[in-house]
């Protein structure tokens, strides 16, 4: 079993910066590959990024390439999200979720959080 519980949301101007972090329960986590996505009112969630067990492989979607940063820190059970050059399309609950296995791709995701919401202001 593994919790994810999401923080660092909050309201930013657009040109802004948030980092938002996702921390994992359970002894698994080191061994998961992690991502991000995002849902906008009234709209589908969107993978926003994602992360290998050992952080060498990294997927991002278009829309916050060069942006954005995933990272993580295993010995904290944490991924983080890194956002720079906020945009008021950047308005979104950002969620996280953990793969069953060690890499991104296929994508599958058996545990989510809750979410955080971020609000980007013009």
């Known amino acids: 079993q593994v919790q994810l519980v999401e923080s660092g949301g909050g309201l930013v101007q657009a040109g802004g910066s948030l980092r938002l972090s996702c921390a994992a329960s359970g002894r698994t986590f080191s061994n998961r590959a992690m991502s991000w996505f995002r849902q906008a009112p009234g709209k589908e969630r969107d993978f926003v990024a994602s992360?290998?067990?050992?952080?060498?492989?990294?997927y991002y979607a278009s829309s916050v390439k060069g942006r954005f940063t995933i990272s993580r820190d295993n010995a904290k059970n944490t991924v983080y999200l890194q956002m720079n050059s906020l945009k008021p399309e950047d308005t979104a609950v950002y969620y996280c979720?953990?793969?069953?296995?060690?890499?991104?791709?296929?994508?599958?995701?058996?545990?989510w959080g809750q979410g955080t919401q971020v609000t980007v202001s013009s």
């Open positions: 979720a953990a793969s069953p296995g060690r890499l991104p791709e296929p994508p599958r995701y058996d545990y």
């Open positions: 992360i290998s067990w050992t952080g060498g492989t990294t």
